[in-house]
């Protein structure tokens, strides 16, 4: 692979983005490079993995725990913050580290160590913790990527919480399949399988562009496979944040039998300020979608509270109440009365 100071163009100040490769890691997969226009500054892949100088502009709001994790950690490498599952971090690292990430102060080699693999015997830790809690139902491997494991890593941990009895679900989010399609392989498709428990992926995906034919073809065999696929999206400035580019990316998923599942606004990363839009425009696009594609291709538009609070829908509102009736608006902007209930009134 070439390095990223290929896509450095003359209007762009190399010392200052080698300050941001110093701080944030920087990786990008033969595969994700490939589909760059190197011609076109705003091409949405180099603007999602290429560092950019506006990194280095931290704003006061900005937190380097964005969504409060370390709030929610009992042990190294668990998360828990609702009652019914957990986050497991396996590794910190990732092929690909995408220049908004809200993980970005603890993922990569810039973590100087701080952040290493789990070891067997913390591991071990993590599973008697969520053994010993009969309330949670879902493991949710984070990271870092998790498929960016070996298959004997990630069939021993499968293993390993196939012997919980309350756990049903083990989910795993991961950018893998689209940035990284030649390490979905049968051997590791076998270790996402490798016990009784109930698999789900979860695919990050910001722009249909990112859309192979490898990485198609990578998502069949996990389908293929038995296995269900849900979608995370971030809304991104001047990469998805218009009507066009959602509606291209969720038809793009669904047509790869992936289901749309959240749409993000921007989390207050440090130096992320310039990929955030407001939360009106995101409900805008949102109200563009609804009507104008198939309900399958909805996400749902979704804020993940500052401090540790927990992720909310912050959707656009079709509802609006009034002494006896309410109002509905339909796709087209049009609302249409609806009566209230008998005993409401």
């Known amino acids: 692979m070439s ?8 209007t762009e100040s190399l010392p200052a ?56 950690s009992p042990l190294r490498g668990l998360v828990h913050r609702y009652p019914d599952r957990v986050l497991l971090t396996l590794t910190h690292t990732c092929p690909v580290y995408c220049r908004f990430c809200f993980r970005r102060e603890v993922v990569g080699p810039n973590s100087h160590g701080a952040h290493k693999p789990l070891t067997e015997a913390e591991l071990e830790a993590v599973c008697a913790y969520i053994a010993g809690d009969s309330n949670i139902w879902e493991v949710i491997f984070t ?3 998790p498929l960016a494991l070996s ?7 499968v293993e390993r919480l196939g012997t919980i009895a309350h756990v049903k679900i083990l989910r795993w989010h991961t950018r893998v399949p689209v940035v990284a399609p030649s390490l979905i392989t049968p051997t590791r498709i076998a270790a996402l399988r490798a016990s009784s428990k109930t698999p789900y992926v979860v695919i990050h995906s910001n722009h249909a562009k990112e859309w192979t034919d490898a990485a198609r073809q990578a998502c069949a065999d996990l389908a293929d496979a038995g296995i269900p696929l849900l979608a ?32 993000h606004q921007g989390d207050l990363a440090p130096g992320t300020a310039h990929f955030r839009t407001s939360i ?58 609806y009566p209230r209930p008998y005993k409401e009134r």
């Open 280 to 337: 009106a425009h995101g409900q805008s696009l949102m109200k563009g979608l609804r009507g104008h594609v198939s309900g399958l291709c909805q996400p749902t538009y979704i804020l993940d509270i500052p401090g540790g609070h927990g992720k909310s829908p912050i959707g656009p509102e079709y509802l609006s109440m009034h002494a006896e009736r309410m109002e509905v608006e339909d796709f087209r902007g049009k609302k249409h009365p």
């Open 17 to 72: 983005l080698e300050q941001v490769a110093e701080r944030y890691a920087v990786s990008i997969t033969p595969a994700m490079e490939a589909c760059i226009a190197s011609e076109a500054p705003h091409d949405p892949i180099r603007q999602q993995f290429i560092p950019q100088a506006e990194e280095l502009i931290t704003h006061p709001d900005e937190l380097a725990d964005p969504i409060g994790d370390k709030l929610h």
């Open 151 to 157: 298959p004997q890593r990630l069939g021993h941990a």
């Open 143 to 145: 990271g870092g990527d």
């Open 232 to 263: 995370q999206s971030v809304l991104l400035r001047g990469i998805n944040d218009t009507p066009q580019a959602l509606e291209d990316l969720m038809r793009t998923l669904v047509e790869n039998r992936v289901k749309p599942y959240y749409l």
């Open 3 to 10: 390095s990223w100071k290929t896509y450095v163009s003359q």
